[in-house]
């Protein structure tokens, strides 16, 4: 596994420590004890999933939410079984928020079987958000797929 802090072209292990809301709780889980496993699996997820899809839309992925620790998840009011916690999901969004269906459909249709849980979610309007991606375990069956509104 890649162990520098440059998890890939496009990708720097700092772009998933952020939380518009608590920068300072995301900035805290940098420093965690598990950081080589932290980042083998932040690695896998640009490798296998983010990387493929900025390479594909040809623009900017910003992360707006990637690694928690347990202070930040709880929080943000996430789930005590979040994948946010193992490193192991993204929240991410593009500029051109259009676009972002688009990156849905590549991820689902092109990079089957590297994700579980891959959503879209959508203001009260029905326009495009973010994308939440989470890396496949190997023990999970069906992903999750669909379209969220926030």
């Known amino acids: 596994m890649k162990k520098t802090s440059d998890l890939t072209d496009s990708f720097g292990r700092w772009e998933f420590f952020v939380s518009d809301k608590f920068p300072e709780l995301a900035r805290k889980a940098m420093y965690m004890r598990d950081v080589n496993l932290v980042d083998d699996r932040l690695y896998l997820l640009c490798k296998l999933i983010l990387q493929p899809t900025r390479d594909y839309i040809g623009e900017p992925v910003t992360i707006n939410s990637g690694f928690r620790g347990a202070d930040l998840n709880s929080a943000l009011g996430g789930t005590e079984n979040s994948l946010h916690l193992r490193a192991k999901a993204a929240d991410f969004t593009i500029e051109d928020k259009e676009k972002l269906v688009l990156c849905y459909e590549f991820i689902k249709d ?32 069906e992903p999750k797929t669909g379209y969220m509104e926030i």
């Open 110 to 141: 092109e990079l089957d079987g590297r994700f579980c849980e891959l959503f879209l979610y959508r203001d009260n309007l029905g326009n495009p958000i973010f994308i939440h991606v989470a890396l496949a375990d190997i023990f999970k069956k």
